[in-house]
């Protein structure tokens, strides 16, 4: 795609990013982004990644759109983005209910399985469980499911607290 007129530098420069952060906060390397910076071309889904990392639409990437094939290719990919970001939070907010759920019968059953013995023994092992389910939960969310988000929607962002503020660090 011919995009010799975006405003990519100066968006970076705008946040006082430097290249090596722009390609951090967006996924795509740092030899990618210089080019870009040259006037080269780039795919839809870079410049997608680079938008999101700016937190703009992509169309805010240029300094003009010329040509309609061109604007509609750039106002679909923002309404394909978008899209994305609902399923991924959607799948997301899946797996919190399914550890949520789980969690609730996990500890019924505890409570039938070792009987009503006191609240010391039912807070310790309901307090162990939700721990050791968050340790464990979390771990998936990281090796596991995020990376599959990931791949399933290219355009979509983790929307998790801890991970975005890692990856800004």
């Known amino acids: ?19 090596e952060r722009l390609a951090e906060q967006s996924g795509v390397a740092v030899r990618t982004i210089q080019r870009l910076e040259r006037g080269s071309d780039a795919s839809l889904e870079t410049l997608t990644m680079l938008a999101r990392a700016f937190d703009v639409p992509v169309r805010d990437l240029f300094d003009s759109v010329d040509g309609a094939a061109f604007g509609e290719s750039v106002d679909g990919l923002d309404s394909r983005t978008e899209q994305q970001q609902e399923q ?57 499911i995020e990376p599959r988000l990931d791949e399933r929607y290219p355009l979509s962002r983790s929307t998790r607290r801890g991970r975005d503020r890692d990856r800004d660090r």
Do not use: H, P
């Not at 795609?1 to 290249?19: A, D, H, K, P, V």
């Not at 500890?107 to 309901?126: D, P």
């Open 88 to 144: 991924r939070d959607r799948a997301t907010r899946s797996w919190r209910s399914l550890y949520v759920g789980l969690g609730v019968v996990v500890s019924l059953a505890v409570i039938a399985v070792i009987g009503f013995t006191g609240w010391g023994q039912l807070i310790f092992v309901t307090a162990a469980y939700w721990a050791g389910g968050a340790l464990l939960g979390r771990f998936l969310m990281d090796a596991v």
């Open 1 to 19: 795609m011919g995009m010799n007129e975006t405003r990519i530098s100066t968006l970076r420069r705008e946040r006082g990013w430097t290249q």
